[in-house]
C-alpha cells in the first residue's frame, strides 16, 4: 500500500512541477511608469490636460504567441484647474486602480522559436476598479493659510440636501474599463520593454466634483456648510461680488468623466525570477 502512495505521491509532484515549469516560463512581472492625464469637465473634455507621474506592477501570463491576460495595479494622481475662468473650480484626486485585461499581439511574438518576432504593436481591453478622492485648496484669508478640503463630503451641488432627494453623495469607489494600444519589444529571451497609452473609461461624472447645477450659497449654508458654500461656487474669487443663481450650469452631466495612462513598463520571465524555487522544490 505504501508504495502505491509513494508511486502516486510521486507522479503527481512530476505533474505538479511541469505545470509550474510551464507557468514559469509563460509569466512575466514588471513595474511600469509614465503619466496620469485627467478628461472632464474643468478641462473642457481634452486629451491633453495637466499630466501627473504615475507607476504600476503588472503580471502576464501568455496564453500563445498572440493572446495574453494581465493582471495589474497603477497608482498616481490627477488634477485641472477650469478652463472657464468665471467659474474659477479646480481639483486634485489621488488615484488607485487596480484589474485585469485580455491583449493581443498583431504578430506572433515571443522567445524560444525562430517564427516569432521580437516586436509587435499590441491592443488590450479589460475591466478595473478605482479609488479616488476629489480635494480642493482654499486660501484662507483671516488665519493666512491654504488647506485641501475633501469635496465629497461636502456635498457641494446639494448631495444629501432634503432640497435635493435624488442626488446623493457619489462612491469614491468606481468601475473602469481600460483600453489602449501599445508595442512591445524583446530585449533579450527573459526581459521585455512595452510602451503604450491607454484610457480609462468610467460611469462617474465626479472626478473633478463637478456635473450638474449651482445650488445656491443660502442653502448651502443653511443645511450643509459654510465650507461647502465657500468651494461650491469660487466664482466671487475673480469676479469680486459675482454669485452664480440656483439652477446656473455647474457642469455637463451628459458625459462622464476619464483618465488616462501613458507608461513604460519592464517585465522579467517568472522563470528567471522564480525558477530556482521550482529547483528547490524538485529536489526534496
Not at 485627467?38 to 491633453?48: A, R
Not at 485580455?102 to 518576432?117: C, I, V
Request: with cysteine; charged share 20%; hydrophobic share 40%.
Amino acid at each position: 500500500m505504501n508504495k502505491y502512495l509513494f508511486l502516486l505521491l510521486s507522479f503527481w509532484l512530476a505533474a505538479f512541477a511541469a505545470t509550474a515549469q510551464t507557468f514559469l516560463s509563460r509569466s512575466e512581472l514588471g513595474l511600469s511608469f509614465g503619466g496620469m492625464n485627467y478628461i472632464g469637465d474643468l478641462n473642457n473634455q481634452s486629451m491633453f490636460g495637466t499630466v501627473n507621474l504615475a507607476g504600476g506592477i503588472t503580471a502576464r501570463y501568455n496564453i500563445d504567441s498572440r493572446w495574453s491576460i494581465a493582471l495589474f495595479g497603477t497608482y498616481g494622481h490627477i488634477e485641472s484647474t477650469d478652463y472657464i475662468a468665471r467659474r474659477n473650480l479646480s481639483f486634485r484626486s489621488m488615484l488607485a486602480e487596480a484589474g485585469a485585461r485580455a491583449e493581443f499581439n498583431f504578430f506572433p511574438y515571443g522567445a524560444h522559436k525562430a517564427t516569432l518576432k521580437r516586436s509587435t504593436p499590441y491592443i488590450f481591453v479589460g475591466v478595473g476598479f478605482f479609488k479616488f478622492n476629489p480635494q480642493a485648496l482654499y486660501f484662507d484669508p483671516t488665519g493666512g493659510v491654504s488647506e485641501w478640503y475633501d469635496l465629497q463630503p461636502l456635498g457641494t451641488e446639494g448631495q444629501g440636501l432634503a432640497a435635493y432627494p435624488n442626488r446623493q453623495k457619489y462612491k469614491l469607489v468606481e468601475v473602469s474599463m481600460p483600453f489602449g494600444v501599445g508595442y512591445r519589444w524583446r530585449v533579450t529571451d527573459n526581459m521585455h520593454l512595452t510602451v503604450e497609452y491607454g484610457w480609462r473609461r468610467t460611469w462617474t461624472d465626479y472626478l473633478d466634483d463637478v456635473s450638474t447645477t449651482y445650488v445656491g450659497s443660502d442653502l448651502l449654508n443653511s443645511q450643509g456648510s459654510s465650507m461647502a458654500a465657500t468651494l461650491a461656487d469660487r466664482s466671487g474669487e475673480v469676479v469680486p461680488g459675482y454669485v452664480n443663481g440656483v439652477g446656473v450650469k455647474r457642469g455637463d452631466d451628459a458625459l462622464d468623466d476619464w483618465y488616462s495612462y501613458f507608461c513604460l513598463t519592464v517585465t522579467f520571465s517568472a522563470e528567471v525570477l522564480f525558477g530556482w524555487m521550482r529547483g528547490k522544490t524538485c529536489e526534496l
